[in-house]
């Protein structure tokens, strides 16, 4: 079963670009059928879905955040990237990946998360 | 986008059964069958509990249990254990390509 893991800066200021890396082990992101996906969770609250990439290319994002959202894969190192660009203080949270099959059902297998968090 | 509805919060006594009743449109829960439930403990990452309205993953007991009736989903939870313990999250597939989470629901085990 894959492992995911996040990893990047904690700490982005208010209008710069936010950066995440996700590591796969434990499987495969050009696997058939899982898309991989970013969910963010703000302190205290719910879970917001951000976007979604299947390793060839098809991407599925929230409409609320896709003007300045970009997911990507990199079949060779195994990882799925997230960027956000000109971020708020609203756009502190925890960031999770996680695997999504078909790119619009469930989320089966999900990193630990990373908190970011937005200066001004 | 809006999310699906959930109750913010539900209780029980060990041993009792509750439900979480998760509220959406015709465009998410009732055309499609793509509703899944997840758990999460504090401080700790979702786990996958219910997909596809009424599936359960490996290793997930059979207390959990899902149903959808039209534009609701619900999530069962029988013979509640403190371990129960957790907020709730349901999500849907919404048309167009989009997928959207409930609001998310705390459960105590009194």
């Known amino acids: 079963q894959p492992q995911l893991q996040e990893s990047g800066p904690g700490l982005v200021k208010s209008s710069e670009t936010l950066s995440l890396t996700c590591s796969v082990s434990?499987?495969?992101?050009?696997?058939?059928?899982?898309?991989w996906g970013w969910v963010r969770q703000p302190p205290g609250k719910g879970l917001e879905w951000i976007g979604s990439m299947y390793y060839s290319g098809n991407t599925y994002y929230n409409p609320s955040l896709k003007s300045r959202v970009t997911v990507s894969v990199d079949t060779s190192k195994n990882q799925v990237s997230l960027r956000v660009t000109s971020v708020t203080a609203a756009d502190t949270a925890v960031y999770y990946c996680?695997?999504?099959?078909?790119?619009?059902?469930?989320?089966?297998?999900w990193g630990q998360g990373a908190l970011v968090t937005v200066s001004s | 986008q809006s999310a699906l509805t959930q109750p913010a919060s539900v209780s029980g006594s060990p041993g009792q059964s509750i439900t979480i009743s998760c509220i959406g449109t015709s465009s998410d829960i009732g055309g499609y069958n793509y509703v899944s439930w997840y758990q999460q403990h504090p401080g700790k990452a979702p786990e996958l509990m219910i997909y596809d309205v009424i599936n359960r993953p490996s290793g997930i007991s059979n207390r959990f249990s899902g149903s959808k009736s039209g534009n609701t989903a619900s999530l069962t939870i029988s013979g509640l254990q403190a371990e129960d313990e957790a907020d709730y999250y349901c999500?849907?597939?919404?048309?167009?390509?989009?997928?959207?989470f409930g609001g998310g629901t705390k459960l105590t085990v009194l």
């Open positions: 996680a695997r999504h099959y078909l790119g619009i059902d469930y989320f089966d297998y």
């Open positions: 434990g499987g495969s992101v050009s696997s058939s059928t899982f898309y």
């Open positions: 999500s849907s597939y919404r048309s167009s390509g989009t997928v959207v």
